[in-house]
């Protein structure tokens, strides 16, 4: 299995917008690909008003990565609605290959 992970950065106020916006749109459509297996959201209070987000997506190889991030399995896929919410956020992501889970 592979995890796919990703970082932005959003202020306690648009926190539930896109905690909003992910629940109704992004986790979805990602139920909708052959190979997703779950998907994750961490937030953690970072530096004054801004909340640090750390969103995990977990698929069973690659192959099923580039059917929802094709051309570019590596680029980050983010709605424009979700950019609007966000301060800032990683334009690429990191894959992991999950070596051991219980």
């Given at each position: ?53 750390v969103?995990?997506?977990v ?10 991030a ?33």
């Amino acid at each position: 299995m592979i995890a796919r992970m990703w970082s932005a950065r959003t202020t306690s106020q648009k926190l539930d917008a896109y905690k909003i916006h992910l629940s109704e749109n992004v986790f979805p459509e990602l139920s909708s690909i052959q190979g997703f297996i779950r998907a994750e959201l961490f937030t953690r209070q970072a530096a004054s008003d801004e909340i640090e987000i750390v969103v995990t997506t977990v698929w069973k190889d690659l192959a099923a990565i580039a059917a929802f991030a094709h051309p570019d399995r590596e680029a980050a896929v983010v709605a424009p609605e979700a950019a609007a919410l966000l301060s800032d956020y990683d334009r690429r992501v990191r894959h992991y290959e999950i070596a051991f889970a219980t």
